[in-house]
T-cell receptor
């Protein structure tokens, strides 16, 4: 199992550019989510999905879109990047209802918006 | 809404000594889980230990143990026999049970291990 994979690992964008951060998991997990990590603020939830075709907003959703067409993939789209979106982004997946409720994290994407 | 608070931005411990990282949380849920994650410089998030709220017994994983005080809403992490490889950022997190598995994180504690 590859677990949770994210691409790219690093990305530099100019203000106003768009891009998609990719996330995939091969564990057949229903639940997937995106977090951003900023200095001194821990990880904050952007969007999440409880299954294919179902998404919802987290704590900091503005400026981001998501979709979930398959169980395996959960891409995060930035339609018009802003410097405030400079951050490290983590994708995570889990199978809720199991005994431990553990979430598995990808390696992260460091995004810089100039 | 759940909140998680880590009041120690930085901690330091001597190699082979014991250190305790503090965490408090607030939740109105009756079914919830608590976690400690380790983030080394590689930035990979690594689960250290978990605690189900309905279990009274404190969780342990080798050198890592927790002191779960449900009434006080406290969830501290004790690292025994500290090793150089324990140096990392540690995050306390909480999630409720059920299909919506949202994690709420604290702001983290940066642990340094002195040789």
């Amino acid at each position: 199992n590859a677990g949770v994979t994210q691409t790219p690992k690093f990305q530099v964008l100019k203000t106003g550019q768009s891009m998609t951060l990719q996330c995939a998991q091969d564990m057949n997990h229903e639940y997937m989510s995106w977090y951003r990590q900023d200095p001194g603020m821990g990880l904050r939830l952007i969007h999440y999905s409880v299954g294919a075709g179902i998404t919802d907003q987290g704590e900091v959703p503005n400026g981001y879109n998501v979709s979930r067409s398959t169980t395996e993939d959960f891409p995060l789209r930035l339609l018009s990047a802003a410097p405030s979106q400079t951050s490290v982004y983590f994708c995570a997946s889990s199978r809720p209802g199991t005994s431990n409720n553990e979430q598995f994290f990808g390696p992260g994407t460091r995004l810089t918006v100039l | 809404a759940q909140t998680v608070t880590q009041s120690q931005p930085e901690m330091s411990v001597q190699e082979a000594e014991t250190v305790t990282l503090s965490c408090t949380y607030d939740t109105s849920e009756s079914d919830y889980y608590l976690f400690w994650y380790k983030q080394p410089p590689s930035r990979q998030m690594i689960l250290v230990i978990r605690q189900e709220a309905y279990k009274q017994q404190n969780a342990t994983e080798n050198r890592f143990s927790v002191n779960f005080q449900k009434a006080a809403k406290s969830f501290s992490l004790k690292i025994s026999d500290s090793q150089l490889g324990d140096a990392a950022m540690y995050f306390c997190a909480a999630s409720r049970g059920g299909a919506t598995n949202k994690l709420i994180f604290g702001t983290g504690t940066l642990l340094a291990v002195q040789p």
